[in-house]
């Protein structure tokens, strides 16, 4: 049986507040991980494609989220937010 503080115990802990409470944690552990990121892409002299490939994936996930909501029955919703995309661009 391990200890109350071996490392078995601190790793499902931590599964625990990432799973249990991912509501709350989920923008903080995203805005650290793109600021480490965005740091990283800076040194190394990389910043404009950092900066592109952040956008691609955001519009990747905005249409996956886009299908998926139309898919659960939103099409109305849907079918304004693309509405609105065109009318944007």
């Not at 078995?8 to 991912?22: E, P, Q």
């Amino acid at each position: 049986m391990p200890g109350p503080l071996s490392p078995r115990r601190s790793f499902a802990g931590l599964a625990v507040v990432i799973l249990g409470h991912l509501g709350a944690l989920l923008p903080a552990f995203a805005g650290l991980s793109a600021g480490m990121l965005c740091a990283e892409a800076f040194a190394r002299g990389h910043m404009a494609q950092f900066i592109a490939g952040l956008f691609v994936t955001a519009v990747i996930v905005a249409a996956a989220w886009l299908v998926a909501w139309t898919a659960l029955g939103h099409w109305r919703t849907s079918t304004a937010v693309l509405l609105i995309m065109a009318a944007g661009a």
